[in-house]
């Protein structure tokens, strides 16, 4: 990675994520609880408050927060590319709902409720903007270069006064005024971003419902809410932070998701709820931070997360923000790690130069020690490991120095296919060949050749086991499948998801797609399941 195939190079990501028409194109096919785009927002535009929740926009999107049940709601991307990216500042509707944004030479309307959006320009260049406690619902005021200007509901600007009793966005400068512990404590917040730099960006007050403080857009933070008489800021992260998602794992009612260091930001390993309700963010300890560039692949075990990496294998505790890192010379054959899989509490960790597996009474136990080359797949099953390699699929048996031939493999060289990831579904190996897929039956122990997949789905990475099949993932979509045929419902690039796939897992009713473009989570309804 980024990417798959996990045979390929493995480059330091350096750009952060900036949604692209494609992501548009996606929401017209798709509802919002069918299919749903999580992107980075640490970089926040607008922050507006109504009675009941705040509004929040990034370059991409809007999401709002319910105080009263602690929740986030969306994201909902903007129906045009561009739409947001030149966001001044918010402020909400307080009659009619939904929120303003001011832009450099126009505005948006957002109405959640509705999932409403209008937007619209003025002449000139827009200096200001403020509703009219004087006539509620009439609409925004924006002052111009050209002159006073009214933007009403339908996406329409005619000229106009100044409005006679205006309210105006709150600004950070005023927040900082009202309360003097948002720039006292602002050197604290290098903490929350490993030293990166953090800007605030804009400002609303909270009253009566959304709670008694300031919420803080930043620019490297997210949100951040002051309750009155507080010091040290309340974090309120929604979404991931920048860097592009590479690896995933089912959680406990969410997903892990590994985030990859960028120019802007260290790696990450975040807990996104499968509602979208709530989200965590961990960047390691402030003083070291996650000693990875981007995780090839993760496995969970018990509290623990184990990643695949090229600087080793990554244990981590992220409820307890504990790190350990095991490579060459503390225990790994080799530092690059090109998988992981995990079965009944052993974890198998397959390198550039052979396989161990590691268990808490023994620690670390080297695997088939005469095998000293490049493993790309690697499945557990009691006292076996198998080993998927470019030459093929082999098994080790603990205790046997060398690697063993398959029995039903050897015989027939169709069969001599690489492999490049391996499932279980329920007792049956699947094999994932970058092209098509190879399994075994537990019976009589006969392997099957499936028909070719790549051609829609482009080079194959990753198979996990799905009700009736799997789903195959390759660099140009998703797709599920019984062994026996060819996809029976494929989404692909750019049409349906927003990137390349990088990784997929399945938790509760939903597949979760880690793409260049963001994480996507997908009803499982839409492929069928």
Same mark, same amino acid.
């Given at each position: 990675?980024?990417?798959?195939?996990?045979?390929?190079?493995?480059?330091?990501?350096?750009?952060?994520?900036?949604?692209?028409?494609?992501?548009?194109?996606?929401?017209?096919?798709?509802?919002?609880?069918?299919?749903?785009?999580?992107?980075?927002?640490?970089?926040?535009?607008?922050?507006?408050?109504?009675?009941?929740?705040?509004?929040?926009?990034?370059?991409?999107?809007?999401?709002?927060?319910?105080?009263?049940?602690?929740?986030?709601?969306?994201?909902?991307?903007?129906?045009?590319?561009?739409?947001?990216?030149?966001?001044?500042?918010?402020?909400?509707?307080?009659?009619?709902?939904?929120?303003?944004?001011?832009?450099?030479?126009?505005?948006?309307?957002?109405?959640?409720?509705?999932?409403?959006?209008?937007?619209?320009?003025?002449?000139?260049?827009?200096?200001?903007?403020?509703?009219?406690?004087?006539?509620?619902?009439?609409?925004?005021?924006?002052?111009?270069?050209?002159?006073?200007?009214?933007?009403?509901?339908?996406?329409?600007?005619?000229?106009?006064?100044?409005?006679?009793?205006?309210?105006?966005?709150?600004?950070?400068?005023?927040?900082?005024?009202?309360?003097?512990?948002?720039?006292?404590?602002?050197?604290?917040?290098?903490?929350?971003?490993?030293?990166?730099?953090?800007?605030?960006?804009?400002?609303?007050?909270?009253?009566?419902?959304?709670?008694?403080?300031?919420?803080?857009?930043?620019?490297?933070?997210?949100?951040?809410?002051?309750?009155?008489?507080?010091?040290?800021?309340?974090?309120?992260?929604? @979404? %991931? *932070?920048?860097?592009?998602? $590479?690896? =995933?794992?089912?959680?406990? /009612?969410? #997903?892990?998701? &590994? !985030?990859? +260091?960028?120019?802007?930001?260290?790696?990450?390993?975040?807990?996104?709820?499968?509602?979208?309700?709530?989200?965590?963010?961990?960047?390691?300890?402030?003083?070291?931070?996650?000693?990875?560039?981007?995780?090839?692949?993760?496995?969970?075990?018990?509290?623990?997360?184990?990643?695949?990496?090229?600087?080793?294998?990554?244990?981590?505790?992220?409820?307890?923000?504990?790190?350990?890192?095991?490579?060459?010379?503390? @225990? %790994? *054959?080799?530092?690059?790690? $090109?998988? =992981?899989?995990?079965?009944? /509490?052993? #974890?198998?960790? &397959? !390198?550039? +130069?052979?396989?161990?597996?590691?268990?808490?009474?023994?620690?670390?136990?080297?695997?088939?020690?005469?095998?000293?080359?490049?493993?790309?797949?690697?499945?557990?099953?009691?006292?076996?490991?198998?080993?998927?390699?470019?030459?093929?699929?082999?098994?080790?048996?603990?205790?046997?120095?060398?690697?063993?031939?398959?029995?039903?493999?050897?015989?027939?060289?169709?069969?001599?296919?690489?492999?490049?990831?391996?499932?279980?579904?329920?007792?049956?190996?699947?094999? =994932?060949?970058?092209?098509?897929?190879?399994?075994?039956?537990?019976?009589?122990?006969?392997?099957?050749?499936?028909?070719?997949?790549?051609?829609?789905?482009?080079?194959?990475?990753?198979?996990?086991?799905?009700?009736?099949?799997?789903?195959?993932?390759?660099?140009?979509?998703?797709?599920?499948?019984?062994?026996?045929?060819?996809?029976?419902?494929?989404?692909?690039?750019?049409?349906?998801?927003?990137?390349?796939?990088?990784?997929?897992?399945?938790?509760?009713?939903?597949?979760?797609?880690?793409?260049?473009?963001?994480?996507?989570?997908?009803? =499982?309804?839409?492929?069928?399941?």
């Amino acid at each position: 990675m980024v990417v798959r195939p996990r045979g390929a190079a493995f480059p330091i990501i350096l750009a952060g994520l900036l949604f692209s028409s494609p992501v548009t194109a996606q929401l017209g096919k798709y509802s919002l609880r069918d299919l749903t785009v999580i992107g980075e927002f640490s970089h926040i535009t607008a922050v507006a408050t109504s009675t009941d929740r705040v509004y929040l926009s990034s370059r991409a999107a809007i999401v709002t927060w319910n105080p009263l049940e602690r929740r986030w709601a969306g994201p909902w991307l903007a129906p045009q590319p561009g739409m947001l990216r030149d966001v001044l500042a918010g402020i909400a509707d307080q009659l009619g709902g939904g929120v303003w944004l001011v832009r450099q030479a126009g505005w948006v309307y957002f109405d959640p409720v509705g999932g409403i959006w209008e937007s619209g320009t003025v002449p000139g260049r827009v200096l200001s903007a403020a509703l009219d406690d004087g006539a509620p619902g009439s609409g925004l005021f924006l002052r111009t270069t050209a002159g006073w200007y009214l933007a009403a509901r339908g996406g329409i600007a005619t000229p106009s006064g100044a409005p006679m009793r205006p309210v105006y966005p709150a600004t950070v400068e005023q927040a900082a005024r009202d309360n003097p512990a948002i720039s006292a404590t602002s050197a604290s917040l290098l903490g929350l971003t490993r030293f990166r730099d953090v800007r605030f960006t804009a400002a609303a007050r909270g009253s009566g419902f959304t709670g008694i403080g300031w919420y803080i857009g930043t620019f490297g933070a997210g949100l951040l809410f002051y309750p009155d008489g507080g010091g040290l800021p309340e974090p309120m992260p929604f @979404g %991931l *932070p920048r860097g592009v998602p $590479t690896a =995933l794992f089912p959680g406990n /009612g969410g #997903v892990w998701v &590994a !985030t990859a +260091r960028s120019a802007e930001a260290d790696a990450a390993v975040s807990f996104v709820s499968d509602d979208l309700g709530s989200f965590r963010w961990w960047q390691g300890p402030p003083a070291t931070g996650l000693p990875f560039a981007a995780a090839r692949r993760m496995v969970g075990r018990g509290d623990q997360l184990w990643l695949a990496t090229d600087v080793g294998a990554i244990e981590l505790r992220p409820l307890q923000e504990e790190v350990r890192r095991f490579d060459y010379g503390n @225990g %790994l *054959p080799d530092s690059r790690v $090109t998988d =992981l899989a995990q079965r009944r /509490g052993v #974890v198998a960790i &397959a !390198t550039e +130069r052979g396989v161990v597996r590691w268990e808490d009474s023994t620690g670390f136990t080297a695997v088939a020690t005469d095998f000293v080359s490049r493993v790309d797949a690697i499945a557990l099953s009691g006292d076996t490991t198998w080993i998927g390699t470019r030459l093929g699929l082999y098994l080790a048996v603990q205790g046997n120095p060398s690697l063993q031939e398959v029995p039903g493999l050897g015989a027939s060289p169709s069969l001599r296919i690489p492999v490049v990831d391996l499932a279980w579904l329920a007792d049956t190996l699947v094999a =994932l060949a970058p092209d098509r897929l190879l399994w075994r039956d537990p019976g009589t122990g006969k392997f099957t050749l499936g028909p070719l997949l790549g051609a829609p789905l482009g080079r194959l990475h990753t198979v996990i086991a799905a009700t009736g099949g799997v789903i195959v993932a390759g660099q140009g979509g998703v797709g599920f499948t019984p062994l026996e045929s060819t996809p029976a419902r494929r989404l692909g690039v750019p049409g349906d998801l927003p990137g390349e796939v990088l990784d997929i897992t399945v938790e509760g009713r939903h597949l979760w797609i880690a793409t260049t473009a963001g994480l996507v989570r997908l009803a =499982l309804e839409v492929l069928g399941l």
